[in-house]
C-alpha cells in the first residue's frame, strides 16, 4: 500500500467545516483513496472512498485533485458526535485480499 | 444483511495461556477475513487476513495464528500470550461486491494479559 501522511490531531468547534487533507505523494495509477471513521471502544467505519475528482455522500466529501497526490476529507458542519479517529488509506486491493494498513490517523476533537 | 459476530466481547487471560478468539459472518458467502490488532495508544494493525478456507496470510510475525475452518468463521490463536498481546483484537469482512477496501468490522474483543 502507498505510504499516506495526515496529521496526528485536529480540533473544531460544533457547526464548523473540517477538511482533513490526507498526503499520498507515491499513489499507483490503479490506486484508489479511502477513508475511515472510528469511535472509541468499536472498530472502524468505511465513510467514503474515490479515483479522482470529488466524491459526495451523505456523511463527507472528498476532494482529490489532478495529480491525486493528495486527498481532503471535508466534514460539513462537525458535531460533538463526530469527535472520532479518521483513517486515509491508499492502495489497489490487487492480490491481498484488499488487506489494509491503518496507521494512527487523525485524531479529531469537536467541542461546543 | 450481513451481520459479524466476534466473542468473547472481553478476555483477562494470564501470561503463558493459550487464547482462541472467534469470528463468524453471517449474511455472504466466500468473504474475505481479517484480523486486526489495537494496542493502547497505537493505530489499527493488520494481523492476519484470508481470500478463502484455509488461505491464510501473515503480515506480522508473532506468538499468534489464525485459521479459517469454514467459509465464515475466522479464529484467531496463540498458544502462549505475551503482556505485548494485551489490546483491542477487531475481525472484519469483505467481499467483492464492494468497493475495493469497504470492510465491515465486528464488535471487537478486548483482551488484557496479566
Known amino acids: 500500500l502507498a505510504k499516506t501522511t495526515q496529521p496526528i490531531s485536529m480540533d473544531s468547534y460544533e457547526g464548523q467545516e473540517v477538511n482533513i487533507t490526507c498526503s499520498h505523494n507515491?499513489?499507483?495509477?490503479?490506486?484508489?483513496i479511502t477513508w475511515y471513521q472510528q469511535f472509541p471502544s468499536q472498530g472502524p467505519r468505511f465513510i467514503i472512498q474515490?479515483?479522482?475528482t470529488k466524491v459526495t455522500n451523505e456523511v463527507a466529501s472528498l476532494f482529490i485533485p489532478a495529480d491525486r497526490k493528495s486527498s481532503t476529507l471535508s466534514l460539513p458542519r462537525v458535531s460533538l458526535s463526530d469527535t472520532a479517529v479518521y483513517y486515509c488509506?491508499?492502495?489497489?486491493?490487487?492480490?491481498?485480499?484488499?488487506?489494509?494498513?491503518f496507521g494512527k490517523g487523525t485524531s479529531l476533537l469537536v467541542t461546543p | 444483511s450481513q451481520t459479524i459476530h466476534q466473542w468473547p466481547a472481553t478476555l483477562v487471560q494470564p501470561v503463558g495461556s493459550p487464547l482462541s478468539l472467534e469470528c463468524t459472518v453471517e449474511?455472504?458467502?466466500?468473504?474475505?477475513l481479517y484480523w486486526y490488532r489495537q494496542a493502547a495508544g497505537r493505530g489499527l494493525q493488520l494481523l492476519f487476513y484470508s481470500v478463502g478456507i484455509g488461505q491464510i496470510s501473515s503480515e506480522v510475525p508473532q506468538n499468534l495464528s489464525a485459521s479459517r475452518p469454514q467459509d465464515r468463521q475466522f479464529i484467531l490463536s496463540s498458544k502462549k500470550l505475551l503482556l505485548s498481546d494485551s489490546g483491542f483484537y477487531l475481525c472484519a469482512w469483505s467481499s467483492l461486491r464492494t468497493a475495493p477496501y469497504e470492510q465491515y468490522f465486528g464488535p471487537g474483543t478486548r483482551l488484557t494479559v496479566t
Open positions: 488509506l491508499v492502495g489497489d486491493g490487487g492480490n491481498s485480499g484488499y488487506a489494509l494498513n
Open positions: 449474511g455472504t458467502s466466500n468473504p474475505n
Open positions: 474515490g479515483y479522482k
Open positions: 507515491n499513489i499507483a495509477t490503479n490506486d484508489y
